[in-house]
Structure formats: C-alpha cells, structure tokens
C-alpha cells in the first residue's frame, strides 16, 4: 500500500473486523510516511465474505490479492485450507463479476513445490505430491489454480511467488520472529539453504507487474538464496549479539520439537516450531529469478538492507 500511495493511487484496503490496522500506521511510520496511512479507504469486511468482497471492489480496477494464512501447525489446518482456496475463489468470482481488469495474487515460493534437496527451483516447475510440501504449500498451489481459472474466463492476472520476505511486521508473526531468536542468543542453526527477498522489492516487482501489459505469468520474487547460517550471522551482527555457530543435526532439532510440543502442551502456548519448518529449515532450495529479471528489469535490493532495516524494526519493537 505504501508504495501505492507514494505513486499517487487511491487504495481500497480490506479489513477484517479485528485486524490490527494499528501495525499497519506504525510500520507508515516508521518509513516516514504517516501522513499517507490516513489517504487509506478501508473497508471492513472478510474474504470469506462474498457480499464484503463486492462492497470492496466497486469502482476498483486493480486488485491485489495479499490475504492468506500462513502456518505449519496441524491445528490450523482447516482454516488454512478454507482461506487460502475459497477465499482466493470468492476474490477471482468477485473480481470476474465486478469488471477489475486486473488482479496481482501474492503466492509463495511453496506453491511451486519441493522435491529433492539441492534443486534449483523455476516457475515452470510442475506441482508433485512431496512429503516436503506443507499443508500451507498445498494450498497455495490450490489458490493458484483458482487464478489461472479466472485466467480462462477473462480477468488479467499475474502471480508472484515470494520467498521468505525479509521486513518490517509484527513480531508474533512474521519472519521478524527470526531476529527475536537471533536476539536472544541462538547458539544453534539449521543446516538448509532458502531463498530470502526484501519486502520492498516484493512491491515493487507486484506494482510493475501490474502497471505492465504482462498476463497470464508467475514470477519467482527472491533477493538471494542464503543458507540459514549466513542469514542469523547477518542477523546478529545487525543486532549486535553472537550469531549462532553451531551447525543443528536433524536428530537433535527432533529432540527439540519434542520438547518444545510437550512445553506448549503445558503452557496452553504454541510451540515454534512443527515438523515441516523443521523439513524446510534443513532442505537446500535454490530459486531462479532470471524470468522476472528479463521481464521487468528487476533489481535486488542487497540482503544486507533489508536485513539491516528488519533489525531497526525489530529493535524499536523490542
């Protein structure tokens, strides 16, 4: 929305009822840019919520569709699966019936699947069944079968394909949590590779999609693939403390689920880690980005920056 507004573009934001918008006024602030938290229209409402969805989109033209529940607990896993599918349908039905000439869907890296560990992962790579997949990642490739669907009657799409997006947000959350870990003085470290992107350049490769004649494409959006040692040896140096130095084998980070689920059974609290961000943690994903590269001209905002700007973050947070 931020850049959005620093283009001159009248946003339409949806709402859920309990939505902490307030995050959302911090992080304008934090930027510099209050004054442009209240050029915001928000509306209340739900993506589950057909009739919210048709109040939101009258008069729109663009649409971005960010809404999803991210998750690797068994627990959630109906929610995740009724949000991410038919929420991401009602948005397509509604777009399709309301004349939006375009929609951009924000979906992760894990749509595109996983396989053997050490693959370097393309946005023509075919979905597989995979033990490696989450539930969370299955339905996103679900939700991404809904885009292309409205693809074929009629609506203008793109989708992008982040990977895990390095930023300001909240702390409970979203990726922040890592530099709390960090934080508080992880001695430990998972063994895999991921890919990482500043959240900055997320936007900016979604707004100059749009802004494209460009239709019916998916884009992998990743700054650099980093194993996980580099990325909380970035991260501790930003916040000043020792980075972890010690290399976690599978064996011991089972120990530590164990443990962690018997402690969240009796703290009513959830535990912070579950067997497929264990998976994920110690698996080497390698994205190629040469096809939003050649499409758009992008650029990539050194990992450093991003990195440097989620420790500001998280600090004036702490």
Not at 105 to 123: L, Q
Not at 141 to 160: D, K, M, P
Not at 172 to 190: C, D, E, I, Q, W
Request: hydrophobic share 40%; aromatic share 6%.
């Amino acid at each position: 929305m931020l850049d959005l507004l620093r283009k001159g573009e009248k946003v339409r934001a949806l709402r859920r009822e309990k939505s902490n918008v307030g995050l959302v006024r911090e992080i304008f602030s934090f930027h510099g840019e209050s004054d442009l938290f209240d050029q915001i229209e928000w509306l209340e409402g739900d993506i589950l919520d057909i009739e919210s969805l048709e109040s939101a989109m009258l008069g729109v033209e663009r649409v971005f569709h960010c809404a999803a529940v991210v998750s690797f607990h068994k627990s959630d896993r109906d929610e995740i699966l009724k949000v991410n599918i038919e929420g991401t349908a009602n948005v397509c039905n509604v777009a399709l019936g309301h004349g939006v000439k375009k929609l951009c869907h924000i979906s992760s890296t894990a749509a595109i699947g996983r396989k053997a560990s050490g693959e370097r992962v393309v946005e023509s790579n075919v979905w597989e069944e995979s033990e490696l997949n989450s539930v969370y990642a299955a339905s996103k490739h679900s939700a991404e079968q809904e885009v292309w669907r409205s693809l074929e009657e009629g609506l203008q799409v793109v989708v992008v394909n982040p990977s895990v997006i390095i930023g300001p947000g909240d702390v409970n959350r979203s990726s922040v949590r890592l530099f709390g870990a960090v934080n508080k003085g992880m001695k430990y470290h998972p063994t895999g590779v991921n890919g990482f992107v500043g959240v900055g350049d997320v936007s900016v490769a979604c707004i100059r999609l749009m802004d494209s004649d460009i239709n019916g494409e998916r884009y992998i959006i990743n700054g650099e693939n980093m194993a996980y040692q580099d990325l909380f040896t970035r991260i501790a140096l930003k916040l000043g403390v020792t980075p972890p130095s010690v290399a976690a084998s599978m064996t011991s980070m089972k120990i530590y689920l164990f443990a962690s689920t018997v402690m969240a059974k009796l703290t009513g609290k959830r535990s912070v880690v579950t067997r497929e961000s264990i998976q994920n943690a110690n698996n080497k994903v390698y994205y190629d980005t040469s096809k939003i590269e050649e499409a758009i001209g992008m650029k990539w905002t050194s990992m450093d920056s991003a990195i440097e700007e989620g420790a500001k973050w998280y600090l004036s947070k702490a």
